[in-house]
């Protein structure tokens, strides 16, 4: 550690003693320095913000408001494209001194590294432009900046709006042309399916229609089947009701009897059968307890009772009517589908060649009728689109921050540039100090001489200084630090020159 100490030491005692010539190199430095600073143009930036209303209320409830963010990103992405910044520099006094085309394209390509458009938001935009033209004076180049935005602004607006709208009429005029010749080439299909199917009536949407109709019928059939089925079992249901229900009940006057609710119990039990309840149902089961013991009861009365109609007998054959009618209903159905398959069947299989050409017409027409309608369609929606934007534009421009009139230079930071080279001469006067120092071999310790010359140093002698030394010494030290605090006051008047021109921009 005494060893770093001595180092540092020697080496302050060495640029000490060539100060004179690491104030001179410092000065110059600096001199050298703050002119290259002088020389570097102000550059000044302007800034706005836009605001877009991608779709509105009308766009949304039309259906139509789906493109509106593709679109803004398209105009963002390509505005600082070289066709812009042509126009940017043919509006502003960028092109003033601008004849030719190398002249056109150095500028847009200077242009290009100073401007931007930054999305902060999905609907909110912020440009920028830097200008800082060495030819111009500073208040040239802060209005030159801000005209720049500006500009930006209105291609910004004219790509989206006119733009936009010239696609939309460019669009409607090819879909206009697509949607002729589709309806040509429809025509004629049409026209070939018609003659077609009035030579084959059977073969009418060609042999995909054919099967599809086959499947149809074959899905319909056993439909068909199972209801032939639910029915057969009801009619059988509904027979063993009726085959267990009296035609005519005994009646025995105002007060009845046994028999009388017999019959009434009879009744009860055949309603709740046609209701489907089953033998092993608890109801069913207790109904026919109840009835088993009123037969007994009425086998022990005398006879001699009056009949009458069962009405629950009459219900029954009523619906054993209707059900039988259902029943031989859809067995004639069945009969007529196996019928209709049947044909054909025999069709496709008598003229597959027929068959074939009816597929191919019928799938021809098909896709054109698809095409058409999704034509049609496409049409439709881009000319309401452009109706829409005709009327009213789809995007709502919005400038929230209007382009800024700079009024201090955002670039360079000529006062912080100032001060570094300030330093930068006083580390490179030190630098220069201390190498003259190293060339001319000396030692300015005793202990530095001992340890590169590995011999014991006995001693050292004082140096006699005498009082007009002395008084020398100070007027050459007073020298020095006057130097010294004149390059530093050069360095404050330089910062208080800047600041000053800076203010008298605006």
Same mark, same amino acid.
């Given at each position: ?9 020697? /080496?302050?005692?060495?640029?000490? *003693?060539?100060?004179?010539? %690491? ?17 570097? #143009? ?21 259906? =139509?408001?789906?493109?509106?963010? &593709? ?7 390509? $505005? ?30 200077? !242009? ?11 609907? !909110? ?7 800082? *033209? ?18 930006? =602004? ?17 669009? $409607? ?5 697509? $949607?002729?010749?589709r309806k040509q080439e429809l025509e004629a299909a049409e026209q070939r399916r018609l003659a077609f199917e009035a030579q084959n009536p059977e073969l009418i949407g060609g042999v995909g229609t054919v099967t599809t109709r086959i499947n149809a019928m074959r899905d319909e059939m056993r439909d068909v089947d199972s209801d032939i089925a639910a029915a057969s079992s009801s009619l059988a249901a509904i027979d063993g009701q009726i ?25 009860? !039990? ?26 007994? &009861? ?9 009949? %009458? /109609? ?5 219900? !029954? ?9 259902n029943y031989q209903a859809l067995q004639a159905r069945k009969a007529a589908l196996q019928s209709d398959i049947s044909r054909l069947i025999a069709n496709q299989a008598e003229e597959p060649a027929v068959a074939a050409e009816a597929n191919r017409i019928s799938r021809d027409y098909e896709v054109l009728k698809d095409k058409y309608d999704e034509l049609l369609k496409d049409r439709e929606e881009m000319r309401l689109r452009g ?14 921050? #209007? ?5 201090? #230079? ?19 006067? /030190? ?24 011999? #014991? ?25 006057? /130097?010294?605090?004149? @390059?530093?006051?050069?360095?404050? @008047? ?13």
């Amino acid at each position: 550690m005494q060893e770093v100490f001595d180092e540092i030491r020697s /080496a302050l005692h060495t640029v000490w *003693n060539r100060r004179w010539l %690491a104030l001179a190199v410092a000065w110059g430095v600096c001199i050298v320095g703050w002119l290259f600073v002088a020389t570097i #143009p102000n550059s000044y930036e302007s800034r706005a913000r836009i605001y877009v209303e991608l779709d509105d209320v009308l766009s949304k409830q039309l259906e =139509i408001s789906g493109e509106g963010r &593709q679109a803004i990103t398209k105009v963002r992405q390509t $505005l600082t494209s070289a066709v812009n910044l042509e126009k940017v520099v043919r509006a502003t006094q960028l092109g003033e001194n601008v004849n030719t085309q190398r002249e056109m394209q150095s500028a847009v390509d200077s !242009l290009t590294d100073h401007v931007g458009v930054v999305s902060t938001e999905d609907n !909110l935009f912020e440009l920028t432009a830097t200008i800082g *033209n060495s030819s111009m004076t500073d208040a040239e180049n802060a209005a030159l900046a801000q005209d720049v935005v500006q500009k930006l =602004i209105d291609i910004f607006r004219e790509e989206n709006v006119a733009g936009n709208r010239g696609q939309v009429a460019d669009t $409607l005029a090819f879909l206009d042309q697509q $949607l002729d010749e589709r309806k040509q080439e429809l025509e004629a299909a049409e026209q070939r399916r018609l003659a077609f199917e009035a030579q084959n009536p059977e073969l009418i949407g060609g042999v995909g229609t054919v099967t599809t109709r086959i499947n149809a019928m074959r899905d319909e059939m056993r439909d068909v089947d199972s209801d032939i089925a639910a029915a057969s079992s009801s009619l059988a249901a509904i027979d063993g009701q009726i085959a267990s229900t009296p035609r005519t009940i005994a009646t025995f006057g105002a007060e009845g009897g046994a028999r009388a609710a017999l019959a009434q119990a009879q009744s009860q !039990l055949s309603a709740m059968r046609a209701r489907g309840l089953t033998d092993s149902h608890p109801d069913i089961q207790a109904q026919k307890r109840q009835v088993a013991s009123l037969r007994e &009861q009425a086998a022990k009365e005398p006879s001699g009772a009056g009949g %009458a /109609a069962n009405p629950a007998y009459t219900s !029954l054959v009523a619906m054993r009517s209707e059900r039988q009618a259902n029943y031989q209903a859809l067995q004639a159905r069945k009969a007529a589908l196996q019928s209709d398959i049947s044909r054909l069947i025999a069709n496709q299989a008598e003229e597959p060649a027929v068959a074939a050409e009816a597929n191919r017409i019928s799938r021809d027409y098909e896709v054109l009728k698809d095409k058409y309608d999704e034509l049609l369609k496409d049409r439709e929606e881009m000319r309401l689109r452009g109706q829409v934007e005709t009327e009213r534009s789809a995007f709502q421009f919005e400038v929230i921050d #209007p382009p800024t009139a700079p009024t201090k #230079p955002a670039a360079p930071n000529r006062p912080l540039l100032l001060v570094v080279v300030l330093l930068a001469g006083f580390a490179a006067g /030190a630098a220069v100090a201390f190498v003259m120092g190293q060339l001319r071999s000396s030692f300015t310790t005793s202990e530095k001489l001992e340890r590169v010359l590995d011999m #014991p140093v006995i001693g050292t002698i004082s140096r006699s200084i005498t009082a007009a030394d002395r008084r020398r010494q100070r007027v050459q030290l007073k020298k020095f630090f006057a /130097a010294s605090g004149a @390059l530093a006051g050069v360095c404050l @008047l330089l910062l208080v020159v800047e600041v000053i021109q800076v203010g008298s921009v605006a």
